[in-house]
């Protein structure tokens, strides 16, 4: 009985951790998508994005690639990079009106 309480406070915690929000992005996504920012203040602040595509109902859909932390492991302490997708979707005046990210 007392494994068991132990796995699933263990498992818990795991989940926890595991969390999909990552505060330092949203307080950066959030205050631009209310200010309208538009596709020029990324390019100039975040640099050009790893991919861009047309939206059917007009727009652009930005796509960028960032390392964000890792782990290292044994054997001699190999270093495994999480990669941080961050999508942000403009409309037709160039403004970001949608934004999500995963992996961060």
Same mark, same amino acid.
């Given at each position: 009985?007392?494994?068991?309480?132990?796995?699933?406070?263990?498992?818990?915690?795991?989940?926890?951790?595991? /969390? +999909?929000?990552?505060?330092?992005?949203?307080?950066?996504?959030? %205050?631009?998508?209310? @200010?309208?920012?538009? #596709?020029?203040?990324?390019?100039?602040?975040?640099?050009?994005?790893?991919?861009?595509?047309?939206?059917?109902?007009?727009?652009?859909?930005?796509?960028?690639?960032?390392?964000? /932390? +890792?782990?290292?492991?044994?054997?001699?302490?190999?270093?495994? %990079?999480?990669?941080? @997708?961050?999508?942000? #979707?403009?409309?037709?005046?160039?403004?970001?009106?949608?934004?999500?990210?995963?992996?961060?």
């Amino acid at each position: 009985m007392m494994q068991r309480l132990a796995w699933l406070l263990l498992f818990s915690l795991a989940l926890t951790g595991c /969390g +999909g929000s990552n505060p330092y992005l949203e307080q950066s996504l959030k %205050p631009a998508e209310l @200010q309208g920012k538009d #596709k020029a203040w990324f390019e100039k602040n975040w640099g050009a994005p790893s991919g861009k595509a047309t939206r059917f109902f007009g727009g652009e859909t930005w796509t960028y690639y960032r390392i964000a /932390g +890792g782990k290292s492991g044994l054997p001699l302490f190999n270093f495994s %990079p999480n990669q941080c @997708q961050i999508t942000l #979707k403009f409309d037709k005046e160039e403004k970001l009106s949608d934004s999500s990210y995963s992996g961060c």
